[in-house]
């Protein structure tokens, strides 16, 4: 199992150094862009932009460029935005990934609680009114988009019923937890449930239909004839096997939306995570910018691959000696 | 003659429309080991699972008695039957390679049904199952103990599914076709630490076979099912050296003798399985039927030797 998990991060680092010389030459190695320029801000004068060259090797090789560039990024942390000159960018990602992991955290936690037992309650009812009752209810997360549901929301929680119902629901944006879970919690529980609505749908869909296919399992009917009881039966056998691409999934998703992926809710609800930076360095053509998001959303998304099959090696004794 | 053990009559199992079984009555004496034989689709295994309140498709209705110690299971409560199940009868399935749990070591699932009926330590468990592993012939059971279902080959497996089932001595095994998914010398292992362990625990068991000659080395008292119903039923003896069903004619010609005169050709039985609605379900395909064939034969006979068939008593003679 150790030699195993070695062997799974000693991969993600192989895949990271790919996907950071990839992001490196796409951006930076086009032909028909000049770099230097790209780096060195809006109407840099020709003296700044001959200090970047100089200082980011741009006319040494490829090799030495990309190792600089790195330099840059992760050891002197100096890389600066295009658009807002001077402004780091890489203490601007530090300064939103907590807003992001805080955002994805709390989401996660309550789609998985939904979404299993929701899709446990509707798998093992089947049969009865409430398989298509629960499931109903989860077509109906699932088709409501972010953006307009967070819309809808805001409009409710802060505008339309802010006067009555929903006063105590503080005003949009993000509180860190040093300020008081209370009210880090407070901020962040309309987005939570918005972002997690959609979700809870898709995994309590995927999780029915794993859990019927695995009660008409012959080991369920063996379980049964050794005389345990249906609730073992259900948790034990079944809702345990069921869970193995469930997890799977989960890693995939919770690495893109930590990576970036939660953008739309994070824009709706005026969070300064990594999707809203992102998306401003997108409208922007940021470049330095985009990149340092890029890269740290591929960490995200590699880790989580990685933890994922560790975790499913854990859960599933078939793939432990693949 | 020993009270029955077990004691089945007119189970009926329907499945929407559809009979599976029509029906059925038998009886199982302590100790006994009754053949079940039949082919593909006779209801063998839904007799059985009928038997043991395993039937779970929606729509499924089983119905008769089947009076096991005196109790009739059909009227038990969800709790009263989950005692019986696994500790007092125990089945083994048909199909070896997909009945454990793939994330489960083999002891834990052993230890599991030991626990679900018994007060004993995860450890006394545990111990309990590397014993029976030894016993029914796995080698080096204090380490295979842990090892999961992928790492066992199939006959192993099924080695296992036995241990399991008799994990908590059952007075009733049921055995599914326990060796048809293995290899001939695996299938003769299997059935040696079957007799042996009936010899060791004394139990009774229910042997489902389509194999004639598993049941001619194995059983004491023969069922033979068509189309969901009983078509003769005897000792080995009688079923054996007196067959009185055409059917039972056909199954015995389809089996290669290994001594005397060798048939030139393996004998086909015509047509395929199935009950015709209305009759003698086998009429379709038999030889000697005639006008009586339109209803139902009754199971009768004498000296525990009974058979569904008009056939006039002359005429009984393969
Ligand atoms: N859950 C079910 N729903 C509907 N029909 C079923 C169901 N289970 C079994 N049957 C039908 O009942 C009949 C008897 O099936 P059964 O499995 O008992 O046959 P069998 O004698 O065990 O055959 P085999 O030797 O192939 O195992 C078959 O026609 C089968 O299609
Ligand atoms: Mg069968």
Redesign the interface.
Known sequence: MIGYILRRFGAALLVLFAISVLVFLIFFATPGVDPAARIAGKNADPATLAQVRASFGFDRPLPVQYALMMKHLFISHDLTSFVNRGTLVIPQIIEAVPVTLSLVVGAAVIWMVLGVGMGTLAGAMRGTLVDPLVMLLGVFGVSLPVYWLGEVVNLITQKQLHDSVFSWVPPLGYVPMSEGIGQWALHLLFPWLTLALLYAGIYARLLRGELINALNEDYVRTARAKGLSERRILVKHALRCSLIPIVSLFGLDFGALVGGAALLTEVVFGLPGVGKLTYQALQNLDLPVIMGTVLYAAFFVVLANAVVDVLYARLDPRVRRA | MPEPLLEVSDLRIRFGGFTAVDGLSFSVRPGEVLGVVGESGSGKSVSMLGV?G?IRT?GAEVSGQVVFRGRDLLALK?AEM??????EI??I?Q?PM??????YTIGWQIA??IR??EKVSRRAARERAIELLGEVGIPAPEQRVDA?P?EFSGGMRQRA?IA?ALSCNPALLIADEPTTALDVTTQAQILDLMRRLRADHGSAVVMITHDMGVVSEIADEVLVMYGGRAVERGSRRQVFHAPRHPYTWGLLDSVPRVRGARARRLPTIPGTPGASGQGCPFADRCAHSFAACAEVPPLTGGSGHLDACWLPEEKRTR
């Open positions: 043991l395993l929606p969800n989950r005692a019986v199940r696994g500790r125990a089945m399935f199909d997909t009945a454990l749990t793939p994330v599991e049904q679900a009926h999961y992928h599914v399991m």
